[in-house]
């Protein structure tokens, strides 16, 4: 099993910045890939950006050149620095794992943080 805990959300101005944090515990040893969704209100989740455990990243195209995701090894910590925000950004996020064992996938979920920004 994987814990996972997100801080960091709050209300912003546009063109702000805030960062998230999600601190992961339990097997993480076993984590493939860790990344950041979000969840407007009526819409979907959808991914925001992913970083795996080599390092490799990727971006939803209407973060890209704004948003920055890492992690920290030694602390079991995965960032989301959220630069040029805009209302659009507003949403719940949630921070995920992922676990690949042969083609089983199992995902891991935080219990969100609220972004608020305001225009």
């Known amino acids: 099993q994987v814990q996972l805990v997100e801080s960091g959300g709050g209300l912003v101005q546009a063109g702000g910045s805030l960062r998230l944090s999600c601190a992961a515990s339990?097997?993480?040893?076993?984590?493939?890939?860790m990344g950041w969704y979000r969840q407007a209100p009526g819409k979907q989740r959808e991914s925001v950006a992913g970083?795996?455990?080599?390092?490799?990243?990727n971006y939803a195209d209407s973060v890209k050149g704004r948003f920055t995701i890492s992690r920290d090894n030694a602390l079991n910590t995965v960032y989301l620095q959220m630069n040029s925000l805009k209302p659009e950004d507003t949403a719940v996020y949630y921070c995920?794992?992922?676990?690949?064992?042969?083609?089983?996938?199992?995902?891991?979920w935080g219990q969100g943080t609220q972004v608020t920004v305001s225009s």
């Open positions: 995920n794992a992922v676990r690949l064992r042969g083609t089983n996938r199992y995902d891991y």
């Open positions: 339990g097997s993480i040893f076993s984590i493939n890939v």
């Open positions: 970083i795996t455990s080599g390092g490799s990243t």
